[in-house]
């Protein structure tokens, strides 16, 4: 038999405090960047460097920015350095790049997919999408699925 201690520290829980009409979602305190610089881009992608070009887009994202002209901008931009790739060069790419960036990189690849340039970009970001996925497996599409901040 269970004693009866007679406890009501339980009862001093507010559970109206997680209602879900009352949910508030988290604010970013970190200030939000306006996207990746294009002239340094182009710039790297002229002179051949597409790996630097890869690792430079997709550093600066604009993931907490409202602004969805910056977004788009930074979309189109993400998508000329891939399509810049040979395919036999995407796995050089893909290797180049951390966890966090693989999985940035897997947000524009479905962001590309929703808003195709033109019709040979879907092939290529198939071939990105394949190379991204033998390295950051499933657990990489969870993630950005999940994942509440957009590109």
């Not at 406890?7 to 960047?33: G, H, I, L, Q």
């Not at 033109?118 to 699925?145: F, N």
Request: glycine share 6%.
């Amino acid at each position: 038999m269970s004693k009866n201690t007679g406890a009501s520290r339980f009862r001093r829980v507010d559970v109206d405090e997680y209602d879900e009409n009352k949910y508030v979602e988290d604010v970013d305190e970190s200030p939000t960047s306006t996207g990746p610089n294009e002239q340094e881009v182009a710039s790297l992608l002229q002179q051949g460097e597409n790996v630097e070009a890869l690792k430079r887009v997709l550093s600066n994202p604009p993931t907490g920015s409202k602004n969805q002209a910056a977004k788009d901008q930074a979309g189109r931009l993400v998508l000329r350095v891939l399509l810049a790739f040979k395919r036999s060069e995407v796995d050089k790419g893909i290797k180049a790049l951390d966890s966090k960036e693989l999985d940035l990189l897997m947000k524009y690849i479905y962001r590309g997919f929703e808003n195709p340039a033109d019709d040979s970009s879907s092939s290529t970001l198939l071939v990105w999408h394949e190379k991204a996925y033998a390295v950051g497996g499933l657990g990489s599409i969870v993630r950005v699925l999940t994942d509440r901040k957009t590109v």
